[in-house]
């Protein structure tokens, strides 16, 4: 599977950012889908999951309650919707895709297929 992030941008701290993720090549459902995301000097470190009915879903510590993780099975498209941007949430955002039915994982190394990143700059 084909996977296309898009919408990053710069933005002030305490905005907003809505990241799309298209996918194509192989059936949508099949997968959980999460995003991803690694800051200058860091490691990738895990943001979001959701399952592949979008009835599940998984935060990371830091993004939990200003972040939301949705999905478009009709339209092959995951998003991140960020909400109350910080700067320490600058960074280039992955979607990945995990060939699964369960749980979604929140391991990289879980994930079958990337996307190109998106740059996320929040300025203080």
């Known amino acids: 599977v084909q996977l296309q992030a898009s919408g990053g941008g710069l933005v002030q701290a305490g905005g907003s950012l809505k990241l799309s993720c298209v996918a194509s090549?192989?059936?949508?459902?099949?997968?959980?889908m999460g995003w991803f995301r690694r800051a200058p000097g860091k490691e990738r470190e895990f943001v979001a999951a959701i399952n592949w009915s979008g009835d599940s879903t998984h935060y990371s510590n830091s993004v939990r309650g200003r972040f939301t993780i949705a999905r478009e099975n009709a339209k092959n498209t995951v998003y991140l919707q960020m909400n109350n941007l910080k700067s320490e949430d600058t960074a280039d955002y992955y979607c990945?895709?995990?060939?699964?039915?369960?749980?979604?994982?929140?391991?990289?190394?879980?994930?079958?297929?990337w996307g190109q990143g998106t740059l996320v700059t929040v300025s203080s």
């Open positions: 990945a895709a995990e060939t699964s039915w369960g749980t979604p994982s929140l391991q990289d190394y879980e994930y079958d297929y």
């Open positions: 090549g192989r059936t949508f459902e099949a997968y959980a």
